[in-house]
C-alpha cells in the first residue's frame, strides 16, 4: 500500500540533545512538508522541498534542519536550538501541482524532559 | 501574505443533526485553492474536499456538502446528519500557486473541533 509512514510515534529525548524524525513515502510525490502542531493549534510550516536536493525555511524553520538526498526521504532533524520542541510533528507529500491534495504520515509526538 | 482563520474553536452536536464549519481567507493570489482536511484522534489528517478559485459551483459529496463564496472569501464545510464517528479537527487550508521551488505550500487555519454527542 501507498502511503507516508513516520518514526518514531513517541519520542523522548533530554534537554540539549539533537534528535532526527524520519518520514518516508513510497507514493512518487515531488513536494514534501515538515509541520508543528501544538495543542489547540494549527499546522505551521517548517521545511518544504519541492525536488530533491533542495528545500526551503518555511514559517518557522529556526532551531530545524532538513535533507532531501532521496525523493522518498525528507528527515527532520530538531537541533538544541530550538527552544520549545515538544510537540506533535507531522510529514506530508503531494504530487506537483497546486490542485492535490497533501498525503500526512501519522506523526510523531516529541516530548522533551 | 496569506491567511485563513477559523473562528469557530469548538462545536458541539447531538447525532444527526446539521452542522456548518466555517472558513474565511486572504489572498492576494488570483488563483489559489482550498481545502478541508479531518484530524480523528488518531492524528493523521485526512483529505475531504477542494475547490479551486475559478469554481464557485456548489456541491454536495454524500454527507458532505461546501459553500465556496469568492466574494466573502469564505469556503463553508457543511456535514449533513451528523454522526458520532465525525467526531474530529477540521482543518481549512489555502494553497499558493505553484511557481519556482515554493511546492504550492498551503496555509492552514487553526482547526474547528467537532464533537457529536450520541
Known amino acids: 500500500d501507498g502511503g507516508i509512514t513516520q518514526s518514531p510515534k513517541y519520542l523522548f529525548r533530554k534537554e540539549g540533545q539533537n534528535v532526527t524524525l524520519s518520514c518516508e513515502q513510497n507514493?512518487?510525490?515531488?513536494?514534501m512538508y515538515w509541520y508543528r502542531q501544538d495543542p489547540g493549534q494549527g499546522l505551521r510550516l517548517i521545511y518544504y522541498?519541492?525536488?530533491?536536493?533542495?528545500?526551503q525555511k518555511g514559517d518557522i524553520a529556526e532551531g530545524y534542519s532538513v535533507s532531501r538526498e532521496k525523493k522518498e526521504s525528507f528527515p527532520l532533524t530538531v537541533t538544541s536550538a530550538q527552544k520549545n520542541p515538544t510537540a506533535f510533528y507531522l510529514c506530508?507529500?503531494?504530487?506537483?501541482?497546486?490542485?492535490?491534495?497533501?498525503?500526512f504520515g501519522p506523526g510523531t509526538r516529541l516530548t522533551v524532559l | 501574505a496569506q491567511k485563513v482563520t477559523q473562528a469557530q474553536t469548538e462545536i458541539s452536536v447531538v447525532e444527526k443533526e446539521d452542522v456548518t464549519l466555517d472558513c474565511v481567507y486572504e489572498?492576494?493570489?488570483?488563483?489559489?485553492?482550498l481545502f478541508w482536511y479531518k484530524q480523528p484522534p488518531s492524528g493523521e489528517l485526512v483529505f475531504l474536499i477542494r475547490?479551486?478559485?475559478?469554481?464557485?459551483q456548489n456541491e454536495i459529496s454524500g454527507r458532505y456538502s461546501w459553500n465556496f463564496q469568492k466574494s466573502t472569501s469564505s469556503f463553508n464545510f457543511t456535514i449533513t446528519a451528523s454522526q458520532v464517528v465525525d467526531s474530529a479537527v477540521y482543518f481549512c487550508?489555502?494553497?499558493?500557486?505553484?511557481?519556482?521551488?515554493?511546492?504550492?505550500?498551503?496555509?492552514f487555519g487553526d482547526g474547528t473541533t467537532l464533537t457529536v454527542k450520541p
Open positions: 506530508a507529500s503531494k504530487m506537483e501541482s497546486s490542485y492535490n491534495e497533501q498525503f
Open positions: 507514493l512518487n510525490h515531488d513536494a
Open positions: 522541498s519541492q525536488i530533491v536536493n533542495d528545500f
Open positions: 489572498t492576494r493570489d488570483t488563483t489559489y485553492y
Open positions: 475547490r479551486n478559485s475559478f469554481d464557485e
Open positions: 487550508a489555502l494553497s499558493e500557486p505553484l511557481v519556482e521551488t515554493n511546492a504550492g505550500k498551503s496555509t
